[in-house]
């Protein structure tokens, strides 16, 4: 018994100290940014089971559970514990490498890994920082954003530091600032795809910016990426009847992520391009094909992700496509009109049938609206993209968009700015930060 104690006693104290280690080199903290079944998986899927580009028939919205059927409804009654959880757990992995790298010994690898490494860490902490902004405050209005709730903006890796939440203004200073330094240290393209770079932290920048209305950096930011990554798939290439359309990490690709809790809502035939969509693609468009499989039901399911082999994963990352379409609406709002139509040009001649462009307005209320309309069918099914477009345009330009949804003959209706648009934070969260709670 006191051998088996000792050696028992001894087992304890090794796994204490490895539970405690700290990664000591550049290697091993990138080794910790190159988690992909963290840092590029598990996204707050609540920003999509609430969006309006699908619906779903009764008994599936059933099988969802409470608090997936209740984001689906704008209940408010329960939140997904982990739209909360996972992208704060990504927080503390970038957080570690930030509080380490400085010190970290280079073994080996140059500055310039160090310098990745780093810019690695602060691109991820702003990515999370902005999902959960868009899922858990208001829509960004410059005019309020210093006196509307944003949120807990850790900076350390430290758990035992308690962080109440920011204000909005500060949560976007936050993510522009951290975007900014990772800038300076990444590269202008990754050696993979699943890595940040220049053009992957530029893209974020313009969505982030075109979220808070602040046209001419978003602008900025979308000809800087796209200088570094222009390219566009002609849809023309792709045959129209293919299973699975579209390569994993295709050459539009900018970085790439996809959501791991998909198949539980957008996967296999659970979910069904909404009716008006589907019926918004023109006849010569190549997506209305390539996007969307019929149904028995006659009703369509989502087939085009950008995602994964299987076609099922959706698509969370950046790609070129998005980066268009910011730079064009960004151009058609700043009477750069012309420069907007050639923008819009060069993305639509890889997306219908050659020689068969359709009519781009020249007036600028048009062209804004023919812009958000294909915005609208480029981007369905991408992840996060919707509900964040349908927040910015309600607050920034009165877009009145409504969502709403019928269950059991029952209907259920968000109006345009109305509260529920910052989701309840999950109740055991704010007990247990003794955070304020939305409205």
Avoid at 299 to 324: C, M, Q, R, V, W
Wanted: hydrophobic share 40%; proline share 4%; charged share 25%.
């Amino acid at each position: 018994m006191l051998v088996a104690t000792a050696g028992c006693n001894k087992f304890l104290e090794e796994k204490s100290k490895s539970s405690l280690a700290i990664p000591k080199t550049v290697k091993d903290l990138q080794a910790l940014m190159d988690y992909e079944l963290y840092t590029i998986r598990s996204f707050p899927v609540g920003i999509d089971v609430a969006a309006d580009y699908y619906f779903m028939n009764d008994n599936d919205v059933k099988s969802l559970g409470s608090e997936l059927s209740d984001i689906y409804l704008l209940n408010n009654k329960e939140t997904k514990l982990s739209d909360w959880s996972e992208s704060y757990k990504k927080i503390m992995y970038a957080n570690i490498v930030l509080d380490n790298i400085d010190r970290a010994a280079l073994d080996g690898l140059t500055v310039a890994d160090k310098n990745l490494t780093k810019g690695t860490a602060l691109f991820h902490r702003s990515w999370n920082f902005f999902w959960l902004v868009q899922q858990f405050s208001p829509a960004y209005d410059g005019g309020t954003a210093n006196f509307e709730l944003g949120i807990p903006l850790r900076n350390t890796s430290d758990i035992n530091v308690s962080f109440q939440r920011a204000t909005l203004e500060q949560t976007f200073v936050q993510i522009i600032s951290d975007l900014k330094e990772a800038i300076s240290l990444l590269p202008d393209l990754p050696i993979k795809k699943t890595r940040p770079s220049k053009a992957a932290a530029y893209a974020l920048l313009a969505r982030t910016l075109l979220y808070m209305g602040n046209l001419d950096e978003a602008l900025k930011y979308a000809t800087l990426c796209l200088q570094i990554q222009p390219d566009l798939i002609d849809y023309n290439l792709i045959p129209s009847n293919a299973a699975t359309p579209f390569e994993l990490m295709n050459s539009e690709v900018i970085f790439h992520c996809s959501l791991a809790a998909s198949d539980k809502i957008f996967g296999g035939t659970k979910s069904y391009v909404d009716t008006l969509l589907f019926n918004s693609y023109h006849a010569d468009d190549l997506r209305k094909a390539l996007f969307y499989k019929q149904n028995t039901n006659g009703y369509y399911n989502f087939k085009g992700s950008y995602g994964g082999p299987t076609g099922t994963a959706e698509f969370a990352g950046l790609a070129t496509d998005e980066i268009y379409l910011i730079k064009a609406e960004c151009e058609a709002r700043s009477n750069k009109l012309l420069d907007a139509n050639n923008t819009m040009t060069e993305l639509l001649k890889v997306r219908f049938e050659s020689g068969k462009l359709p009519i781009i307005p020249k007036d600028k209320s048009g062209l804004t609206n023919f812009i958000l309309g294909e915005r609208q069918k480029e981007l369905a099914f991408r992840f996060g993209i919707r509900w964040a477009d349908i927040k910015r345009l309600n607050m920034l330009y009165d877009a009145g968009i409504s969502i709403k949804r019928v269950v059991d003959g029952k209907e259920y209706v968000l109006e345009p700015n109305d509260k529920r648009f910052a989701m309840w934070i999950p109740p055991t969260i704010i007990v247990e930060g003794d955070l304020l709670q939305n409205p």
